[in-house]
C-alpha cells in the first residue's frame, strides 16, 4: 500500500508533464500558423491593375464514344443493339434481346436465326470491317399464342408519347405485328399498344406511337407475331417524344446548364479509332462499327457529324473535333474530306454530300484537333514525335488547303521532350498545343494532401511550357488546350467533395494563366467515373465537379485583376512545402459591371476567416455569395445521394472592405457589383 502511492503519484507526474509538453508543443504550432494566418487570410484586389485576359473559350466539354457516353448518355434511343449486331445466344437472339412471353417452354411455332444474308442495307462506302446482320423469325402456324421478342428496361414516362419504328422484309408472311410497352415480367400490365397491319414484301419501314399510362423505369418493349411465314427485322427504334433531335431532354438540359464554350468529340482515344463516313448519311443505312478502344463494344453510328454539330448548336458550344492520324486505316485524305464536308461550299463534293443529308449550309468548324494521345501505346497509329510531328504537317498541309481559316490542335504531353520535338518540327502550324492531366491515388502516394497541392504544379508546368513555346517558336501565338483533366479516383471519391477541390483550384490555375486558352474536364456524359453528368437509363445526377465547372462556367470574366492572397499553408508529401489552404482568381466582365472572386478552401478542417479588401474601384454594399459544400469531404453524389454535395447562395454585407467566412473544404465565387 505504501509502495503504491508514490507509484501513481509518478505516474501522475507523468502525464501531467506530457500534457503541459502537448499544451506547449500545440501552442507553438498555433502560434505558428497564427502568425501566418491560421484561421485567418486576406485577399487583396487591385482593380485598376489588369494583370491578363481570361480567353472566352476557356471552359468547354469533352464526349467520347465510351461505353454509355454517347449511346444510352447523349442519344435518346431507348432500344439497344437496335439492328441486331451483336452476337446471339443458342435460340438466334443477338444481346438485350429475349424470347417473349419468356423461356419456359418450347415454342415449335417460332424460330429465330440471325442473318447475315438479308438485312437492311447501309449506305457504306468507307471501311467496312463486319458482317451486317438482321433477325429472321419464321412462324410455322397461328394459333393465337402470345409469341415475339422482347428488350427489357426500358425507362417510361406517363404521358409522353414514345415514337417507333421498324424495318421488315417478309416473304409470304400473312397476319398482324403488335408492338407495346408493357411491365416486366411475365402477363405484365401493358402501358400502351399498337398494331401493324399490311406488312408484305421488300423493306420497308413500319411507324408507331405509344403513350404509356403509367411510368416504369424498367419496362419492356415487345414485339409480337400474330400470323405465319417468314419475316426479316431490322433497325428498330424506339425515341421519347421530348428529345432534342435524338438527344435526351433530360442530359440535353445539364449540358446546356455548364454554358460550354466548346465541345470535343468524337475522342479521345477512339478518334485513332474512328472514321467519320460511319456517321452520315440517313441514321438507318449507317454503320455499327466495333469499338476497338473501349471493350469492343458494338458502337451505333446514330450520333454522327451532323447530329453532333446541331447538338453543339443548340447548347451554345462551338465544336471541336478530334481527327484520326493513321488509325485504323485513316489518311491525310480522310481527314481533309471531313473539313470539307463540314465547311465546304456547296460546289465542292463533300459540300454537296452535305448538302443531301440535309445542311445546306456551312458548319463552319473552326478547331481541329490533329491525333488523340500519340504518345500512348494504347492508342492506334502510336508512334514517337518526331514521326508524329511530320505526319501533323502533311494533315496540317491537306486542311488547310481545304479550308486556311480553321484553328490546328497538336498533340502535346507533359513530358518536355515530347512538346520540344513537336514544336521545331511543327511549330509553324501549331495554333494550340494539347495536354492532358489526370491525377489519383498512384500520384498521391498515401497523402490526399497531394491532391490539394498539384494543380500548382502545373501552373508552374505551363511557365516552363510558355518559355519553350517563346523559344522554340518566337512571335507564334500558340497556347495550351487542356482538354482532358480529372482526378483519377475510386468511387465514390472520384464523386466526392474532394475532387471538386481539385478541380476548382485547377480551374483557378487555368485562368490564372494566360497560356491556357481550352480546357474541358473529362468527360461530359458517363464514359468512366469521372463522367460529371451521371445518367443511367432512368436517371440523371450531378457530381461535385459538375457542380465546379458550372459554376465556373457561368462566372468567366474577361479581365484578370491583380489579387494577392495571404493565407496559412500545408506541407505535403511530394507536391512541396508551404502550400497556400486558399486559393483565389478574381476577374472582371468585359462591362465592367460585375467581379468575380473564385475562392477555394481546401483545408478540410477549419473554415477560414477571410478579410477582402478591393482597391480602386466603387462597390455595390451587397455581394453574393454562391459555395459548393457537403457535410464531409468523403461527401459524394450518386444516384441515391444526388445532393450531398450542393450549391448554396446567400446574400453578403461586401462593398470595398469586408470579411467572409469560407466554409472548411468549400469552393466558392462572390459576385461583386460595380457602383458608379
Known amino acids: 500500500m505504501h509502495t503504491e502511492i508514490p507509484w501513481r503519484m509518478a505516474v501522475l507526474r507523468r502525464w501531467i508533464f506530457l500534457l503541459i509538453c502537448g499544451i506547449c508543443i500545440n501552442a507553438s504550432a498555433w502560434c505558428a500558423q497564427a502568425s501566418s494566418g491560421a484561421s485567418t487570410a486576406r485577399v487583396t484586389i487591385d482593380a485598376s491593375k489588369v494583370e491578363g485576359h481570361i480567353s472566352p473559350m476557356l471552359y468547354g466539354q469533352f464526349d467520347e464514344f465510351m461505353f454509355e457516353a454517347v449511346k444510352g448518355g ?15 445466344n443458342a435460340i438466334g437472339l443477338p444481346r438485350y434481346w429475349d424470347r417473349d412471353p419468356d423461356d419456359r417452354n418450347d415454342d415449335p411455332a417460332l424460330h429465330f436465326h440471325w442473318d447475315d444474308s438479308v438485312y437492311y442495307p447501309s449506305a457504306q462506302e468507307f471501311i467496312n470491317e463486319q458482317t451486317e446482320h438482321s433477325l429472321r423469325a419464321d412462324l410455322t402456324h397461328d394459333d393465337g399464342q402470345r409469341r415475339g421478342i422482347r428488350q427489357g428496361d426500358i425507362p417510361i414516362r406517363q404521358g409522353i408519347t414514345y415514337k417507333g419504328y421498324l424495318w421488315l422484309k417478309t416473304t409470304g408472311f400473312s397476319g398482324h405485328i403488335t408492338v407495346a410497352l408493357e411491365a416486366d415480367w411475365t402477363s405484365g400490365q401493358t402501358y400502351a399498344a399498337a398494331e401493324i397491319n399490311n406488312v408484305a ?3 420497308k419501314r413500319y411507324e408507331f406511337t405509344l403513350t404509356p399510362t403509367h411510368a416504369d423505369p424498367l419496362a419492356k418493349f415487345v414485339v409480337l407475331f400474330y400470323g405465319r411465314g417468314r419475316l426479316w427485322l431490322d433497325k428498330l427504334s424506339l425515341l421519347p417524344g421530348d428529345a432534342f433531335d435524338g438527344v435526351r431532354a433530360d442530359v440535353f438540359q445539364k449540358v446546356k446548364e455548364l454554358h460550354p464554350a466548346f465541345i470535343r468529340w468524337p475522342g479521345g482515344n477512339v478518334a485513332q479509332d474512328y472514321h467519320w463516313k460511319w456517321g452520315i448519311g440517313p441514321r438507318d443505312q449507317r454503320y455499327t462499327w466495333t469499338n476497338l478502344s473501349w471493350g469492343n463494344e458494338p458502337e451505333p453510328s446514330d450520333f454522327g457529324t451532323d447530329e453532333f454539330f446541331h447538338f453543339c448548336r443548340r447548347v451554345g458550344a462551338e465544336p471541336s473535333i478530334t481527327l484520326n492520324v493513321e488509325g485504323r486505316g485513316a489518311t491525310a485524305e480522310e481527314a481533309a474530306a471531313w473539313v470539307e464536308y463540314t465547311n465546304g461550299p456547296l460546289s465542292s463534293h463533300f459540300g454537296a454530300l452535305r448538302a443531301a443529308n440535309g445542311s445546306a449550309e456551312p458548319f463552319h468548324v473552326k478547331y481541329w484537333e490533329i491525333g488523340n494521345e500519340i504518345w500512348g501505346t494504347w492508342v492506334r497509329a502510336h508512334s514517337d514525335a518526331d514521326t508524329y510531328a511530320r505526319n501533323y504537317n502533311r494533315y496540317a498541309a491537306a486542311i488547310l488547303a481545304v479550308d486556311p481559316s480553321v484553328r490546328l490542335a497538336a498533340v502535346g504531353d507533359n513530358d518536355m521532350n515530347w512538346n520540344r520535338t513537336v514544336l521545331q518540327i511543327a511549330g509553324p502550324h501549331i495554333d494550340y498545343l494539347v495536354i492532358h492531366h489526370y491525377y489519383g491515388d498512384a500520384e498521391m502516394q498515401g497523402d490526399p494532401l497531394n491532391l490539394m ?7 508552374r508546368f505551363y511557365q516552363q511550357v510558355s ?6 517558336v518566337p512571335g507564334r501565338d500558340i497556347r495550351l488546350d487542356i482538354n482532358e483533366w480529372n482526378t483519377s479516383l475510386p468511387l465514390p471519391r472520384q464523386h466526392s467533395m474532394e475532387s471538386a477541390l481539385y478541380a476548382a483550384r485547377l480551374m483557378n490555375v487555368f485562368e ?19 463522367g460529371v453528368i451521371q445518367a443511367s437509363r432512368h436517371d440523371v445526377f450531378l457530381t461535385p465537379t459538375y457542380l465546379v465547372n458550372a459554376l465556373y462556367g457561368t462566372h468567366l470574366g474577361t479581365q484578370r485583376l491583380a489579387a494577392r492572397v495571404e493565407s496559412p499553408t500545408f506541407d505535403t508529401s511530394r507536391e512541396g512545402k508551404g502550400i497556400p489552404y486558399l486559393d483565389a482568381v478574381v476577374t472582371r466582365t468585359q462591362d465592367g459591371k460585375q467581379i468575380f472572386i473564385k475562392i477555394v478552401n481546401t483545408d478540410a478542417q477549419r473554415p477560414i476567416r477571410t478579410d477582402v479588401r478591393v482597391n480602386g474601384v466603387n462597390l455595390d454594399p451587397h455581394a453574393l455569395l454562391e459555395t459548393i459544400n457537403a457535410d464531409s469531404m468523403t461527401a459524394a453524389n450518386s444516384f441515391a445521394t444526388p445532393n450531398a454535395v450542393s450549391l448554396q447562395k446567400k446574400t453578403l454585407e461586401a462593398g470595398t472592405s469586408f ?18
Open 74 to 88: 447523349v442519344a435518346a434511343e431507348l432500344l439497344r443493339d437496335r439492328d441486331f449486331e451483336a452476337a446471339p
Open 512 to 530: 490564372r494563366t494566360d497560356l491556357v486558352a481550352m480546357s474541358a474536364v473529362s468527360d461530359m456524359v458517363n464514359g468512366w467515373s469521372g
Open 453 to 459: 497541392a498539384r494543380p500548382l504544379a502545373y501552373e
Open 201 to 203: 414484301g421488300d423493306w
Open 659 to 676: 470579411a467572409v467566412e469560407l466554409p472548411k473544404h468549400s469552393v466558392s465565387v462572390i459576385t461583386l457589383a460595380v457602383g458608379p
Open 467 to 472: 518559355k519553350l513555346i517563346h523559344e522554340i
